[in-house]
């Protein structure tokens, strides 16, 4: 009983610990950036009684980009652990199995074919997320789900959409700036209409990941035992990838195509709490948060005055992070 | 309760696997299906828990169509245990015998907490596991290991308990633990079991009854005493074999030679 109990309050100091991240890269994000403003001043803005431009920037520049990028390591977290459950695959993530490809291809074909109707961009990702999640389905149905096959389809449905979007590019590369920054993935000039656009898919995905994370611990046992123990395998898989392709269109439709969060963030997360998704998804969405704030901060303010791109930074970190799962765990 | 299959025709992939099978087994007793490798042993015990919803006929629970049951009420009713079953490495035995209890969850309703602990503290005791309750599953042994995926499906607390090959890899004390606590809660709960065994003599040891498939469909059933023969292991697996008691009383059989 002592371990159980040991593993436990382990689980609790990690995930306090990890909110304790996220205050810390909320300060630092705020504070932090070619005006550095003292903390003291972040609760006198927040409680109205700031004034001036240290008022301004944080109200309108640093505090709404800091909550975009929480919600947006939310979104990429969540929806990469609940993909690494029902594939199976610690390799699963948005990025990597093609979905965010989707909701790039239809969201940059708003921005380029229909400029002035931005507020389009995001149902448009959505869609297309979905269209490319349905379309790895499809192509890797075959008796039932294999999680390898899904990895392998989203591989080439992701070649296939990246070769639309690279032709895009080509065809009106007059409008190719806004898209190239969108496709390496910025927080850049992301204000409040970016946190109206994604914190209700935050609040409706991480209630109803939370929901199925009961369902997400049994489908970890594999599809036999799953279906022995009364589960609709096949069921749970088309409502969690609909969870995971919402969350994630949500996230490519205000920041671009951001990779590697929802891989790192979770694997990191399960080696510290456990494979236990009731534990799992909070200590990600948690983690994601935090990760991406102070991400964004460092990207931003390391080679001031030139503001990096959170996404180059996320791909430096991410691909050898990718490779050593590799060698591990294939 | 009294579990069976009517007409039972299962193709996986466009190859027939089972045909026409017509069986029932005996309630509150303790079956064994034998018989080849590919012959469709692990395919009946899938359909029969509805793990494979995919065939054509019936299976019917005390004669009700159990495609009318629900598969959660299916799963309170028959608990399954396939082969080689894999968890998380940090999942621990006490974890995995709660999971037993899904059945009994839902996505909005919560279970009923004293029932569910009551269920798995019987199973952790039943399978001898008291003292592996926090251990993690994947760092256990062989024995102890299988020990506590049985515990998960007593957790379950089912009128039928179908095993796929509980014994396959475990030595020989381990094997005959496993066998014995089988044997222990059929008697003391009445709870049906149906195994598929790859050891005969296992299944004439623990068995009731024999269900034996050949050929796509039931070759023979009954008791080990009334089917088995010379003759029918020549038939079925192509094997001479020796037959004689042990000091138990208990028929087991000596392989001698392939019939040509």
């Known amino acids: 009983m002592n371990e159980v109990k040991s593993s436990l309050a382990r689980r609790g100091i990690v995930l306090i610990i990890f909110a304790a991240l996220v205050v810390v890269g909320l300060v630092a994000s705020i504070t932090m950036g070619s005006v550095r403003i003292p903390v003291g001043e972040i609760i006198d803005s927040l409680s109205g009684e700031g004034a001036g431009t240290h008022q301004q920037i944080i109200m309108n520049i640093r505090l709404p980009r800091t909550i975009v990028a929480a919600l947006v390591g939310v979104n990429l977290s969540l929806s990469g652990a609940i993909l690494q459950a029902i594939m199976k695959n610690p390799l699963a993530d948005p990025h990597i199995i093609g979905i965010s490809s989707g909701a790039g291809l239809t969201g940059i074909m708003v921005m380029l074919m229909l400029p002035g109707h931005e507020y389009l961009v995001t149902p448009a990702a959505f869609v297309g997320a979905m269209g490319a999640a349905t379309c790895i389905y499809i192509l890797a149905w075959k008796n039932g789900i294999r999680p390898v096959r899904i990895i392998l389809a989203g591989v080439a449905v992701s070649a296939f959409l990246g070769a639309g979007i690279s032709a895009l590019m080509i065809f009106y590369s007059d409008k190719v700036h806004g898209a190239l920054m969108w496709m390496v993935g910025g927080l850049a000039a992301r204000s409040w209409p970016h946190v109206e656009i994604i914190y209700p898919y935050t609040i409706i995905g991480l209630i109803l990941a939370l929901l199925g994370s009961k369902h997400l611990n049994i489908l970890q046992l594999g599809d036999e035992i799953a279906k022995g123990l009364g589960l609709n395998v096949e069921m749970t898989r088309v409502v969690m990838t609909a969870i995971a392709a919402m969350l994630a269109a949500s996230a490519v439709s205000v920041v671009g195509l951001l990779g590697f969060v929802g891989l790192i963030v979770p694997h990191a997360t399960r080696l510290l709490v456990g494979s236990d998704y009731r534990f799992l998804l909070p200590g990600s969405a948690l983690f994601g948060a935090a990760v991406v704030m102070l991400s964004d901060t460092f990207a931003r303010t390391a080679f001031a005055p030139t503001e990096l791109p959170v996404g180059i930074l996320m791909a430096v970190l991410g691909a050898p992070f990718f490779l050593f799962l590799l060698r591990r765990e294939l | 309760m009294a579990l069976e299959a009517k007409n039972l025709t299962i193709k996986i992939q466009g190859s027939t696997i089972l045909h026409d099978v017509d069986v029932t087994f005996t309630p509150k007793k303790r079956t064994a299906i034998i018989g080849p490798n590919g012959a469709g042993k692990s395919t009946l015990l899938k359909a029969l828990s509805f793990v494979n919803p995919k065939y054509d006929g019936e299976v019917l629970l005390d004669g009700e169509n159990i495609r009318a049951i629900g598969r959660k009420k299916i799963s309170q009713r028959i ?181 040509r």
């Open chain 2, 79 to 259: 608990a399954i245990l396939p082969q080689s079953p894999q968890a998380p490495p940090d999942v621990t035995v006490g974890q995995l015998v709660d999971f037993g209890r899904f059945p009994y969850r839902s996505f909005i309703r919560a279970s009923d907490p004293k029932a569910d602990r009551e269920a798995v503290e019987w199973a952790i005791e039943r399978t001898h596991l008291v003292e592996y309750r926090d251990r993690h599953v994947m760092s256990l042994s062989g024995g102890e290991r299988q020990r506590a995926w049985i515990a998960m499906a007593l957790a379950q607390e089912p009128e039928i308990l179908l095993l796929d090959e509980p014994t396959t890899y475990l030595d020989i004390g381990h094997q005959l633990e496993v066998m014995n606590i089988v044997e222990e809660i059929n008697r003391d709960y009445e709870m049906t079991v149906i195994m598929v065994l790859h050891d005969i003599n296992h299944a004439l040891q623990y068995a009731d009854e024999l269900v034996v498939i050949k050929n796509h469909g039931v070759f023979a059933q009954g008791t080990p005493k009334d089917i088995l023969s010379v003759e029918l292991l020549a038939q079925v697996f192509g094997v001479r074999a020796d037959i004689f008691k042990n000091s138990q009383g208990v028929s087991v059989l000596s392989p001698v030679s392939l019939v």
